[in-house]
């Protein structure tokens, strides 16, 4: 606790489940001494609109969900473009990447989720993205243009950054995971730049930019070298608690009952779960909404979590 006896949470993750948490506890009028570092350099922002940004339909302060002064205005202390790297669970205690340990009451793991990389050769050319945060597609909007020769890997996602494209006036092809093995891509041809790709039937196809936009894994790492329990995911009990009772996890990197999420509507479900939980009101339990999150995944207007 801090000197004024608040506990003090620190959030692994700055994203859209670990922020939906932070303004629910906001609402709820708890008060916490609150820490958030954040990979990115960025507020918080809405990553189901990164596929309009590229198509250029939005630009990026319109996806801005909570811009600094609104962190400044609820006194919530911010450590952007800085990743938690180590815990110490014994001390309870974070190490980050600028080097420096913040001790924790609770520690909330939100680092997400990201796609899979897949193995092909020749994925460190000029070219080659993955389509997944604001920089990516910042960085993919630069590139792209009239005539440029694009080829998509992935499934839904490849769908989004497809579209985004092709608005560009970007010549797109998708290829499609886990598609037949003839199908599949082998390999990224040229020199320190993108020229072609290579599929495993031997055909080649000329390209001047290759996009990653596959299936997203949960980012399990952190936990998993803490020492708590993962599956596919970092697993959860009702309460989002984990192996650990200091530590908590919420969104993408999240596993329950054997499953894990990629839509935001039940990430938003499991961030007024662990909010109020946080705020001492255990009676709030994730197992008790798993049929909204089956009807909330269902439903046409549901949207792709972070």
Request: glycine share 10%.
């Amino acid at each position: 606790m801090n000197e004024l006896g608040f506990e003090h949470l620190v959030f692994a993750g700055n994203g859209m489940s670990g922020m939906a948490c932070v303004e629910q506890l906001v609402r709820s009028g708890a008060v916490f001494d609150i820490t958030m570092f954040g990979d990115e350099p960025h507020p918080n922002y809405d990553r189901t609109q990164l596929s309009s940004v590229l198509a250029g339909e939005r630009d990026i302060d319109s996806i801005i969900l909570n811009d600094i002064e609104w962190y400044q205005e609820y006194g919530i202390r911010t450590r952007l473009g800085i990743r938690v790297e180590e815990i110490d669970r014994l001390n309870c205690a974070v190490r980050s990447s600028d080097g420096d340990w913040t001790s924790y009451d609770k520690l909330i793991l939100a680092t997400g989720s990201g796609p899979e990389i897949p193995i092909i050769g020749g994925l460190e050319k000029t070219g080659v993205f993955i389509f997944r945060t604001l920089d990516d597609t910042r960085r993919l909007a630069e590139a792209a243009g009239p005539g440029v020769r694009a080829v998509v890997l992935g499934d839904w996602l490849a769908a989004e950054a497809a579209r985004g494209l092709r608005k560009r006036g970007c010549d797109v092809v998708i290829v499609e995971s886990g598609n037949s093995s003839d199908l599949q891509l082998e390999s990224v041809l040229g020199g320190k730049r993108v020229e072609a790709v290579r599929f495993a039937s031997g055909e080649e196809f000329g390209a001047d930019l290759v996009v990653i936009a596959t299936n997203l894994e949960p980012n399990i790492w952190l936990a998993r070298s803490a020492g708590l329990e993962v599956n596919r995911g970092i697993v959860v009990n009702d309460q989002l608690e984990t192996s650990d009772e200091h530590i908590f996890a919420i969104g993408g990197c999240t596993e329950h009952n054997g499953k894990t999420f990629d839509c935001f509507p039940p990430l938003l479900e499991q961030a007024k779960v662990l909010a109020a939980n946080l705020a001492g009101a255990r009676r709030r339990s994730f197992t008790d909404l798993d049929a909204v999150f089956q009807e909330l995944t269902a439903s046409p207007f549901h949207q792709r979590a972070e």
